[in-house]
């Protein structure tokens, strides 16, 4: 992920209809896009196109990279964080069978576009906080009509809480606000939230982000811990050893978890990672203690150089 720099006047400031027309364009195969620069609630937003993939964007937040979206292929999945995610979307029931899914975190649809892909018929609930984001996403990068997805503009705790007790298979954690994750969703009380919103049997994932030492890191295993009996952690290495900072996604539930699976899926990714459970994760989190609302803090910001 390269950091972006942040635009002025200029094409950063382009009138909106020229925008919509320049999208517009790009979509029916015309000449190449340009990024597209727009005030969101978070911070300036960008939509800079992929040279490589002709319909692809990536969205990035005051230049941080938040999502990769393929409009002709939504089973693209760029980041190496999503790509884990997609696995562990892929393991979570049977090929082709629709699911429950809560996203908490809205980004560019990302994820809620790949399961819709993946698995037809899924009904899916998008939980974003930044509804100029929001507008953004849906005016630039349309979601299939097709899918069955409900985007609702609130925070992700409070609108976790609307949602009723065990209708989810599947609940994704990827909410960041300013490059954190908020302190009122690292906690044991909002962890208790999620497993009355999962189904029995039904999976959390959460991606995390920390650095050297990683006690952020650790902190989050062992608050899980202590609501679902069941955790795994994906990461790359250099992350796993505390060389620099980076994404862990995070797998918690209450039945035994495919780790042979997706340790072997992680594995192969085009930047391999590392799955560990059971032990050695226990081992690794080092006898952190789980986090309460009393005492929860914000995620650590990133290093100025975490983005190139």
């Not at 939980?127 to 009509?145: M, S």
């Not at 797998?251 to 990672?273: F, Q």
């Not at 032990?279 to 150089?305: E, K, N, Y």
């Amino acid at each position: 992920m390269a950091r972006r720099g942040t635009p002025g006047g200029g094409a950063g400031a382009r009138k909106r209809s020229d925008r919509k027309a320049d999208a517009r364009t790009e979509r029916a195969g015309g000449r190449r896009a340009e990024p597209l620069a727009e005030p969101v609630d978070g911070g300036l937003a960008e939509l800079v196109p992929d040279r490589e993939r002709p319909h692809a964007w990536t969205l990035t937040l005051d230049g941080a990279p938040q999502s990769h979206v393929d409009l002709d292929d939504p089973t693209y999945l760029s980041f190496e964080y999503q790509r884990r995610i997609g696995h562990i979307a892929d393991l979570v029931a049977p090929p082709g069978q629709p699911l429950h899914v809560v996203h908490l975190g809205g980004g560019a649809f990302t994820l809620a576009r790949y399961i819709a892909a993946t698995r037809p018929r899924s009904t899916q609930q998008i939980v974003e906080v930044d509804a100029a984001l929001v507008q953004l996403v849906r005016r630039e990068l349309p979601l299939d009509p097709q899918a069955r997805v409900r985007v609702r503009s609130t925070d992700a705790r409070a609108g976790l809480g609307k949602i009723q007790d065990g209708w989810a298979d599947l609940v994704i954690a990827d909410v960041f606000s300013g490059a954190r994750t908020p302190a009122h969703l690292t906690s044991t009380e909002f962890l208790a939230e999620v497993r009355r919103v999962l189904k029995p049997g039904g999976s959390y994932v959460a991606n995390l982000a920390d650095g050297p030492p990683l006690t952020h890191l650790r902190g989050q295993i062992a608050t899980a811990a202590t609501v679902f009996p069941e955790l795994a952690l994906a990461a790359d290495p250099t992350v796993w050893r505390g060389r620099r900072f980076g994404n862990a996604v995070l797998l918690a539930s209450d039945l035994p978890l495919k780790v042979a699976e997706l340790t072997r899926r992680v594995a192969t990714d085009p930047h391999p990672g590392r799955v560990e459970h059971g032990r050695a994760l226990a081992d690794f989190t080092g006898g952190a203690a789980a986090v309460s609302d009393a005492d929860a803090r914000p995620s650590p910001a990133p290093p100025p150089s975490a983005f190139g």
